[in-house]
Every structure is written in structure tokens, then in C-alpha cells.
């Protein structure tokens, strides 16, 4: 297995412009989350899913759009890129179950934007 | 809210020794507590965690301890090495089984 893959590894952005981060899990994982890491600040939640088709915010969602379409991939959307969105973004994923189960990062994407 | 404190944020100690990170959550409700290790520039890698109905859990030299009644929990690191070296991440898990991070703790093993 693969585990959880994410692309690019990193990116250069200008403010405005917009882009899609990918992530994929060939794990059968019904949960995935984004998060994003600042110095300091911890891994701070954006957005998960517990299913396709089931989407909802996490602690810092503005500025972000998720879909999931499909149990294996969880996009994450920048629609206008500000400077303030310059940081580490680490996709992650693990089972549903009826208790928390190991959760399991990918490689994360550095993200800067000018 | 949903909200980890973990102390400190930066904790050096001689190689040999042992190091102790402490975390508290806001929510009693919380069940699991995971806590991951982040070499520089990798993902964060799961250590070692815990469930609310279980006190202590050690595995080698590293042991984790939940006071449910306090809302904290801690995690030991016995006979620290170099490669122990790494950035220390708490977390708990909230309604709808989030997992909210702590700030994280550099831990630095002198040698």
C-alpha cells in the first residue's frame, strides 16, 4: 500500500491565483482531513470528511473548498491565494469506526504565496 | 471550545535522561489521545496512544499517563537518545471524532 499520497510536494503561488492540492489514500479509510502546520501553531484542522458525498469545516476553513467524491481522494481548493495561506498542508486519513482509530499522515505539501 | 495546551514548547535534557510533555483538553467528553513524533521536514508519525478507560500505557521506553479527572495527560520518555530528537505533538479527539492538535513541544537530546 501506498498509504496516503499527496501532490505536489510544493508549490509557489501568486496572491489571487488559485490551485488544488491532492490527496489519496488507498487504505479503504472512510475518514480524511486536511490540516495545516505553522510554526507554533500546531496542526490546525481545515476541513474532513467521514464519507463521499459528507463534508464539514474545521477550525480554520476560510479560504479553502473540499469535495469528496470518492472514498479514495480529498481534495483541498485555494480559490484566491492570500500570503497569510503560506504554510505546511498535511492530508490524512483513517478508519470510521464507533471509536477513534490511528490516523495516518501523508507527506505534506509546502505551500508559499506571494 | 475544542482546545489541547501542551507544555512546554521546547524542552532540552541530556542524553540519558528523561522527558516529560504535558497536555490538557477542553472537553470531558474526549476519549483518545494520540501523540506523534515530527522529524524535521517528515510527516507526523504516531508513538503511542491512549483510550479514556486506561490509565497508563508504555511501550519501551516511552509511556503515556491519563488523569480523565483533571483533563491531562503526559507523555515519558525514559533513557532519551539523539534520535529522539523531534518536534512532540499531543492530540485529542472532540465531537465527531476530531482530532485537535496541541502547539507541539521541541524536545532537543543533548549528547
Known amino acids: 500500500n501506498a498509504g496516503v499520497t499527496q501532490t505536489p510536494k510544493f508549490q509557489v503561488l501568486k496572491t489571487g491565483q488559485s490551485m488544488t492540492l491532492q490527496c489519496a489514500q488507498d487504505?479503504?479509510?472512510?475518514?480524511m482531513s486536511w490540516y495545516r502546520q505553522d510554526p507554533g501553531m500546531g496542526l490546525r484542522l481545515i476541513h474532513y470528511s467521514v464519507g463521499a458525498g459528507i463534508t464539514d469545516q474545521g477550525e480554520v476553513p476560510n479560504g479553502y473548498n473540499v469535495s469528496r467524491s470518492t472514498t479514495e481522494d480529498f481534495p483541498l481548493r485555494l480559490l484566491s491565494a492570500a500570503p497569510s495561506q503560506t504554510s505546511v498542508y498535511f492530508c490524512?486519513?483513517?478508519?470510521?469506526?464507533?471509536?477513534?482509530?490511528?490516523?495516518?499522515f501523508g507527506p505534506g505539501t509546502r505551500l508559499t504565496v506571494l | 471550545g475544542e482546545n489541547v495546551e501542551q507544555h512546554p514548547s521546547t524542552l532540552s535534557v541530556q542524553e540519558g535522561d528523561s522527558a516529560v510533555i504535558k497536555c490538557t483538553y477542553s472537553?470531558?467528553?474526549?476519549?483518545?489521545f494520540p501523540w506523534y513524533k515530527q522529524e524535521l521536514g517528515k510527516r507526523p508519525q504516531l508513538i503511542i496512544d491512549?483510550?479514556?478507560?486506561?490509565g497508563e500505557k508504555k511501550d519501551q521506553r516511552i509511556a503515556v499517563t491519563l488523569n480523565k479527572t483533571a483533563k491531562h495527560f503526559s507523555l515519558h520518555i525514559t533513557e532519551t537518545q539523539p534520535e529522539d530528537s523531534a518536534v512532540y505533538f499531543c492530540?485529542?479527539?472532540?465531537?465527531?471524532?476530531?482530532?485537535?492538535f496541541g502547539a507541539g513541544t521541541i524536545l532537543r537530546v543533548k549528547s
Open positions: 487504505m479503504n479509510h472512510e475518514y
Open positions: 492530540a485529542a479527539s472532540f465531537y465527531g471524532n476530531k482530532l485537535v
Open positions: 490524512a486519513s483513517r478508519r470510521w469506526v464507533n471509536r477513534p482509530d490511528t490516523q495516518y
Open positions: 472537553d470531558s467528553a474526549s476519549n483518545y
Open positions: 491512549i483510550r479514556s478507560n486506561v
